[in-house]
């Protein structure tokens, strides 16, 4: 499930958007974090993509 995150961030990433605007992709496409809250932080996505890298 995690990875599926991790995949359409980076492909949103890829597209050119911005970290926040990855956030607030990923909260119109019912992600969520790992304690299940809304992504509000550019910098959720730089730990997130460079986690999984």
Not at 4 to 33: I, P, S, W, Y
Request: proline share 2%; glycine share 6%.
């Amino acid at each position: 499930m995690y990875a599926e995150v991790v995949a359409r961030a980076a492909e949103l990433r890829d597209q050119g958007k911005t970290h926040m605007e990855v956030c607030e992709a990923l909260n119109e496409l019912g992600f969520r974090t790992r304690r299940g809250k809304l992504w509000r932080h550019p910098q959720q996505i730089v730990k997130l993509l460079r986690s999984f890298d």
